[in-house]
């Protein structure tokens, strides 16, 4: 039998280490000895002997965060031996390897996997006032090796001078930057006939840091016990 497909690119890729590597640009391989956690509904395939546990959103303390806010990761637990292929509607994976002292936040919605060692947190966006219901993501940290994706390649943004990004677009952001919301549409007779940029807040990032903002908006959750929020929040969790 012949084709492209079994071309070398395409074979399992195997190495003698345990844990996370990319098996291609859209699929995340983790080569098991233990245990790992990952987005429910993610995996694609596996091999060994592996048991997937349903965690909700990790946590008794987060699983309360996410009856508080609506937002959260809804995560599995990886045991066992063996080989776990994830994905998720085929966007770009890619690797974040976080060392101690380092803290991460990242839009729930680019998460895909990550070690067991690694901590997160649901924390709210500075400056987001119970009017507008706020704006949460995940703070990760400790040390350990994290799966994030994105829709197409993304742009890395030094953040030295005050830099905004539609919600929707952030991906991650270095937890040490001060967040806000910015107001985008202003006021005028534009406005009051109904015509508006459709980009009416944006999250502002402002310190010594950098974001990651991928080339596309994920879509507004429409979903039990959740508001789409105008476009502030969708696709932030789903």
């Not at 245990?35 to 946590?59: H, K, N």
């Not at 949460?136 to 742009?155: L, Y």
């Not at 905004?164 to 107001?183: E, F, K, N």
Request: with cysteine; glycine share 14%.
């Amino acid at each position: 039998m012949r084709s492209e497909l079994f071309s070398a690119e395409n074979l399992e890729r195997e190495s003698a280490q345990p844990g996370m590597r990319l098996q291609n640009a859209k699929m995340l391989k983790i080569e098991l000895a233990g245990e790992a956690m990952a987005r429910v509904g993610s995996m694609v395939a596996y091999q060994g002997q592996v048991q997937f546990q349903a965690l909700g959103s990790g946590g008794l303390g987060n699983f309360l965060k996410q009856k508080l806010t609506g937002e959260g990761v809804p995560l599995m637990k990886l045991t066992g031996r063996g080989d776990v292929f994830l994905a998720d509607f085929a966007k770009d994976v890619h690797l974040i390897d976080l060392e101690p002292g380092d803290a991460l936040s990242i839009n729930g919605s680019s998460v895909l996997a990550f070690d067991s060692t690694l901590r997160y947190d649901i924390k709210m966006v500075g400056g987001a006032g119970m009017a507008s219901t706020g704006l949460f993501n995940c703070v990760f940290t400790g040390h350990g090796r994290i799966a994030v994706t994105t829709r197409g390649t993304p742009v890395v943004l030094n953040v030295d001078a005050p830099t905004y990004v539609d919600p929707q677009a952030a991906v991650c952001w270095s937890a040490s930057l001060q967040t806000g919301y910015h107001r985008a549409d202003q006021i005028g007779l534009g406005t009051l006939l109904g015509r508006t940029t459709g980009e009416a807040y944006t999250m502002s990032f402002a310190g010594h840091g950098f974001v990651v903002v991928q080339p596309s908006e994920e879509p507004p959750i429409m979903g039990s016990g959740q508001q789409d929020q105008g476009g502030v929040l969708g696709g932030l969790f789903r």
